[in-house]
């Protein structure tokens, strides 16, 4: 199987930029996070979805920062403008809530690397 | 409070040697309990889950300790392949809350 896709895999851009991240969950999985990850605070969630509707959209930094999914194979983060501070690793993870696959267990694509200039 | 701390470590240990991690976390609620595995500028992937019972996978052993809201994971044996980080994972509902993870670098 296929798992999680994320594109781009690097992006660097300028400050003021709009930024667009793609991620396409594992098939049949029924919810999709999307995390940031920096040196200094780690792995944090910034939105998750389910069944394709935002539950927790808490961890959103600031209104720059939008997500959608707008059917169960795709899902997008943009940030608009872009900002310096809005550089990390963004994953994209999704999940099957039971079945053959262990309870809980996250799949977690290969992350898109954004710098900001 | 944060939901789940880790010592950051770095951990340098040479080959063969034991080593253990810890972590906790601050609510009881919480669910389910894992440890992921991180290398260098890769992503996060399931290590193990952890059980009351503890559970042992190969030279991995994690348990969990509900009434402490403690977590560990104990590497033995340690191989070169074993260098990365290690990340705890609580699950509270639909949430996953990641620690910071600890980073094992393993010597020749």
């Known amino acids: 199987d296929a798992g999680v896709i994320q594109s781009p895999r690097h992006e660097v851009t300028e400050m003021g930029q709009e930024v667009t991240l793609r991620c396409k969950p594992i098939?049949?999985?029924?919810?999709l996070f999307w995390y940031r990850q920096t040196m200094m605070r780690g792995l944090e969630l910034l939105i998750y979805f389910n069944n394709n509707v935002p539950i927790d959209d808490s961890g959103m930094p600031e209104d720059r920062f939008s997500a959608k999914m707008p059917n169960a194979s795709f899902s997008t983060l943009k940030i608009q403008p872009s900002e310096p501070r809005d550089s990390a690793v963004y994953f994209c993870?999704?999940?099957?809530?039971?079945?053959?696959?262990?309870?809980?267990?996250?799949?977690f694509g290969e992350g898109s690397r954004l710098t900001v200039l | 409070r944060k939901e789940v701390e880790q010592d950051p470590g770095p951990f340098n240990v040479p080959e063969g040697a034991t080593v253990a991690f810890n972590c906790t976390y601050s609510n009881s609620a919480s669910q389910s309990f894992f440890w992921y595995r991180q290398d260098c500028r890769k992503e996060p992937k399931l290590l193990m889950s952890v059980y009351s019972s503890g559970n042992e996978d190969g030279r991995f052993t994690a348990q969990l300790n509900r009434a402490s809201q403690y977590i560990s994971l104990l590497i033995r044996d340690s191989k070169l392949s074993d260098s990365a980080t290690y990340l705890c994972?609580?699950?509270?509902?639909?949430?996953?809350?990641f620690g910071t993870g600890t980073s094992l670098t393993v010597i020749p």
């Open positions: 098939s049949g999985h029924d919810y």
């Open positions: 994972v609580v699950r509270t509902g639909n949430q996953f809350y």
């Open positions: 993870a999704s999940r099957y809530m039971s079945g053959r696959f262990i309870p809980g267990e996250l799949f």
